[in-house]
């Protein structure tokens, strides 16, 4: 792998692994990219922080809200099930807008990209602050989705660029821990937040402050990690092959749209949640904590991942994972169905497939990214178009079925992991469980 951008001594293995600098065809070293504009190198940590933080920004757009969405409700005039669109409208328009970052990124690099999808999210947050109606608002956030798909995309791209194999999943899954504790605690901060304004409109200001802290943060410390010798130019025919590559390769098309349906079912969780929490289960003062423990065990395994991954394989972890996943999510089904579930059943339940989730979602990235060096940002791109909108409708409708009951989520999860299953398979020609992967 490259080791140019790394702090003198530090490594992405640890201290004591060498790193050596990936060589290109004729076996000479690559040159190193720009450095930023502090002309510091970066650490490993500091950039799997960085990274983490810039894809929580989604996160924390989605999450903060939730608390807010029977008073946003109340104050823009939405009625019954409507008011989850705040959420959907974000997530399909984060997908749809992935297709456009990756070839801009592979061409002109990953820094004027990410800090023009970092500025639309800014912007948007503020306009969302000033909505007048909630369908400006609905509208406002689908922009907003659409202009920020670039801190979701390219994070990807950037790690790739420098690792691939179980080491990029290993530090995938270590973004994924700090990623993962903004969900657990953004329903508190905008819960926080409207406590102490009084108002739903200061929790989307409070996004946008918190994104001009991690531009800042960015510009100043964050190389530009894709070499010269790997642009691509801007051409359709070239962003077409290149593009093309994930959908008719079946190890990156199984695993892309298998991570798309099973995270379909947990955007499910994250559209109906408030509502099954509060209104089936009559808990909603504790949403917030409830929120917090399920997400906090996704990040737990994310860092348990993080630490065996490269021992046992990305393979091998998350097909266990994926197997795992599916008996509690039949347990769920089973409880669901019962006449009087209680949250006592509910919530760990949730909580155990959340923390497989950690077991899956860094591996399967890192598996669909794997033959993609040069073309990082594209195949980036197209993966995270493929996997958000398929998961936001999946999410969205799971969401618009909610019945006053945990059934539709149940049985979404546990349909989820059968066809993720599936295509896994289809992935993997029938084979599971294979050893680990030694980088590229």
Request: with cysteine.
């Amino acid at each position: 792998m490259r080791n140019d951008q790394y702090a003198p001594g530090e490594t992405a293995g640890g201290a004591n692994e060498a790193i050596e600098p990936r060589a290109d065809a004729r076996g000479d070293a690559r040159a190193p990219a720009a450095l930023p504009p502090s002309g510091k190198t970066i650490g490993e940590r500091q950039l799997i922080g960085m990274m983490a933080l810039l894809m929580a920004l989604n996160a924390l757009g989605i999450d903060a809200i939730l608390p807010a969405l029977d008073n946003l409700a109340a104050d823009l005039d939405a009625t019954g099930n409507s008011r989850q669109f705040v959420v959907g409208a974000y997530l399909l328009a984060a997908g749809l807008g992935a297709l456009v970052p990756g070839s801009l990124a592979d061409r002109f690099g990953r820094r004027p990209v990410l800090f023009t999808s970092l500025g639309l999210y800014i912007a948007f947050s503020i306009l969302c602050a000033l909505a007048w109606s909630f369908e400006s608002l609905l509208a406002l956030r689908f922009l907003q989705g659409f202009g920020a798909a670039g801190i979701v995309a390219l994070p990807p791209a950037i790690i790739r660029d420098r690792v691939g194999g179980d080491k990029m999943a290993r530090m995938m899954s270590l973004i994924f821990v700090i990623f993962l504790m903004v969900p657990a605690v953004a329903p508190s901060l905008g819960q926080g937040v409207l406590m102490l304004m009084g108002d739903w409109r200061w929790i989307f200001v409070f996004t946008a402050i918190a994104g001009c802290c991690m531009g800042f943060w960015a510009w100043r410390n964050l190389p530009e990690t894709l070499h010269p010798e790997d642009k691509q130019p801007i051409r359709p025919r070239v962003i077409a092959r290149n593009m093309r590559a994930t959908l008719t390769m079946p190890q990156a098309l199984g695993y892309t749209l298998g991570s798309a349906v099973i995270f379909g079912a947990l955007f499910g969780f994250i559209n109906s949640a408030q509502q099954l929490v509060g209104e089936a289960f009559g808990a909603g003062p504790w949403f917030p904590l409830i929120f917090a423990s399920c997400a906090g065990a996704m990040a737990v395994a994310s860092w348990t991942n993080s630490r065996i991954v490269e021992r046992f394989g990305a393979r091998r972890v998350s097909h266990t994972g994926l197997f795992l996943f599916l008996i509690v999510a039949a347990m769920q089904l089973f409880f669901a169905t019962m006449t009087e579930e209680t949250l006592w059943t509910f919530v760990p339940l949730m909580a155990a497939n959340m923390m497989l989730l950690g077991f899956i979602g860094a591996n399967f990235g890192s598996i669909a990214m794997q033959p993609f060096r040069e073309t990082a940002g594209a195949a980036a791109s197209v993966q995270t178009f493929m996997r958000m909108t398929t998961a936001a409708l999946i999410g969205a409708g799971i969401g618009y079925a909610y019945n006053g009951t945990a059934i539709p989520l149940a049985s979404a999860l546990t349909g989820g992991a059968l066809i993720c299953i599936a295509l896994v398979l289809f992935a993997e020609r029938g084979k599971l469980f294979g050893p680990p992967v030694v980088e590229d």
